[in-house]
C-alpha cells in the first residue's frame, strides 16, 4: 500500500534529536542518501544540519552523514510487530561512516543487527 504525505516520517526539513555523545543536541533533516524518496525510515543514512550543539566534534551549522534510529512512525518488522518511538532522533557519523560520539544514549532496534552497523550496535546498551 502507498503511504500518505501526511504521515510523520522523516521529510526533509525535520528535527530531530541527537542521541549519542557528539556534543550535538538538535539537527535539521536537509537530504537523503541513496535514495529518490521524500521521505527517511529507521535505518536510512541522512545529511543534517546542526542546530544545537556544545563541545568540538560537532559545532552550530556544521552539515554532517547521521543515521536514523527512532521515528514516532510505527516501523513495521517481517514478524508482524511494529515499533514506534515517542520521538525523532539520529546518531551523528563521520564521512566514512563510523559513529562520531563513543556513547548512544538510546536502545537501538533489530534494524541495526547488521554488519554495516555493527560499530553502531556495539555502542548501544542493546537492541531490542
Given at each position: 500500500p502507498r503511504?500518505?504525505?501526511?504521515?510523520?516520517?522523516?521529510?526533509?526539513?525535520?528535527?530531530?534529536?541527537v542521541v549519542d555523545n557528539s556534543g550535538a543536541k538538535l539537527a535539521q533533516a536537509?537530504?537523503?542518501?541513496?535514495q529518490q524518496g521524500q521521505y527517511g525510515f529507521v535505518g536510512d543514512v541522512i545529511k543534517v544540519?546542526?542546530?544545537e550543539a556544545k563541545g568540538e566534534?560537532?559545532?552550530v551549522?556544521?552539515?554532517?552523514?547521521?543515521?536514523?534510529?527512532?521515528?514516532?512512525?510505527p516501523t513495521h518488522r517481517k514478524n508482524g510487530s511494529h515499533i514506534q518511538y515517542l520521538r525523532n532522533s539520529?546518531?551523528?557519523?563521520?564521512e566514512k561512516g563510523a559513529p562520531l560520539g563513543n556513547?548512544?544514549?538510546?536502545?537501538?532496534g533489530y534494524?541495526?543487527?547488521k554488519p554495516r552497523w555493527k560499530r553502531l550496535s556495539m555502542l548501544s546498551k542493546r537492541l531490542f
Amino acid at each position: 500500500p502507498r503511504i500518505s504525505p501526511s504521515c510523520n516520517m522523516i521529510p526533509r526539513g525535520a528535527f530531530l534529536r541527537v542521541v549519542d555523545n557528539s556534543g550535538a543536541k538538535l539537527a535539521q533533516a536537509i537530504g537523503f542518501y541513496g535514495q529518490q524518496g521524500q521521505y527517511g525510515f529507521v535505518g536510512d543514512v541522512i545529511k543534517v544540519a546542526i542546530k544545537e550543539a556544545k563541545g568540538e566534534k560537532a559545532t552550530v551549522g556544521s552539515m554532517k552523514k547521521a543515521v536514523i534510529v527512532e521515528t514516532k512512525f510505527p516501523t513495521h518488522r517481517k514478524n508482524g510487530s511494529h515499533i514506534q518511538y515517542l520521538r525523532n532522533s539520529c546518531v551523528l557519523l563521520s564521512e566514512k561512516g563510523a559513529p562520531l560520539g563513543n556513547r548512544i544514549k538510546s536502545l537501538l532496534g533489530y534494524e541495526f543487527n547488521k554488519p554495516r552497523w555493527k560499530r553502531l550496535s556495539m555502542l548501544s546498551k542493546r537492541l531490542f
